[in-house]
């Protein structure tokens, strides 16, 4: 199995300092939520999208918006709503009574962070507006197809499917998305760290300061490229995704996307701890984030409360774990592949 040449020392340990920069950045604004904040981070690193469902007013627009800031990208904010229309979000032809000709104004998803806010209040045509940005970096208006700045990335928030007004995403929507996650409530010590910084600072608006720019963000990914995955890992990875197909109560297990999703995050989550290869617990660290919305339950197991999640624990209870490797032979071993 041929490998790519490790990283340089000196490359691998700059590109995970600024990824930890980044975090100690966002952290100062979005308060108690590093474990979240760094699946963010992977997500972004491993060149996708993220979605953040959970309830209003824990935080999801104020990570985005602190990401955008310490990433030093340009930032957009669409908020969905039941009349929003695709070309409100990719822009249109406008007719200029000046020069007598059509002039493109581009939409918000020509930028390098978008905050797809609430995606989840909007109709399914809009919501499939996002597809072809999300997955091919391009959009297509009037016939002509423009290739969005790079890097590009889409956080999206979305209210849990049961408040009114939502509209659930459909599965090919959501299989766009690296991953999936929730912020949850604040401990009542972090709580009131909230409340405090906001006395403190005596305004609403919070600032990050910049850590990377596009460039250096582009150069960051590319060392993630670099993470070697052992291949008694990858196939862990692979059985663990196969296994979402097999189980009991699954209709629809997860794509081979989903293990790429797997893996390219579990390379993006190593080097933002330290290292250069990729181990089990990078896996199961991102099995819930990666896999849970992939997975279809039957749905005559509603009554039951089964759901994508209780699948992705029972295969992970199932799959037996690849045996430990010597860290040192796998952060060398691409070298002799």
């Known amino acids: 199995m041929n490998q790519p040449t490790p990283m340089p020392p000196a490359e691998a340990t700059a590109a995970t300092a600024a990824a930890k920069a980044v975090l100690d950045a966002v952290e100062g604004a979005v308060i108690g ?96 507006a996002l597809l072809e940005a999300m997955q091919e970096r391009q959009v297509s208006v009037e016939g002509t197809t423009r290739p969005l700045p790079q890097p590009f990335h889409v956080l999206a928030t979305a209210n849990p499917v049961e ?17 999936r996650l929730s912020f949850g409530y604040p401990t009542a010590a972090q709580e009131w760290e909230v409340v405090s910084r906001r006395i403190d600072r005596r305004r609403e608006e919070q600032a990050v300061p910049e850590v990377l720019d596009a460039q250096g963000l582009l150069a960051v990914q590319s060392a993630v490229e670099d993470v070697h995955v052992e291949e008694s890992v990858g196939h862990y990875a692979v059985e663990l995704v196969a296994a979402t197909r097999r189980h009991q109560h699954a209709l629809v297990g997860a794509s081979p996307r989903g293990t790429l999703a797997l893996i390219t995050c579990a390379r993006a989550l190593a080097l933002i701890r330290g290292r250069t290869y990729v181990v089990p617990e990078d896996i199961k660290a991102l099995a819930h984030p990666a896999l849970d919305h992939r997975v279809t339950v039957k749905p005559e197991l509603w009554l039951q409360n089964a759901t994508g999640a209780g699948v992705v624990e029972s295969v992970l209870d199932q799959v037996p774990v690849p045996a ?11 070298a002799s592949a």
């Open 163 to 179: 408040h009114e007004g939502t509209y659930p995403l459909p599965e090919a929507q959501l299989d766009r998305f690296l991953l």
């Open 33 to 128: 939520k590093r474990e979240s904040l760094e699946l963010v981070l992977t997500g972004i690193l491993a060149g996708g999208h993220v979605l953040l469902e959970d309830l209003p007013g824990l935080g999801k627009t104020l990570a985005a918006r602190s990401f955008a800031q310490a990433l030093g990208l340009p930032f957009k904010r669409a908020q969905f709503t039941p009349d929003l229309l695709p070309a409100d979000l990719t822009g249109a032809e406008v007719f200029d009574q000046r020069t007598g000709e059509f002039v493109f104004r581009p939409g918000p998803v020509f930028t390098g962070l978008l905050l797809a806010d609430e995606i989840n209040r909007t109709p399914p045509k809009t919501q499939s």
């Open 324 to 334: 430990a490797v010597d860290a040192a032979a796998m952060a060398t071993s691409g």
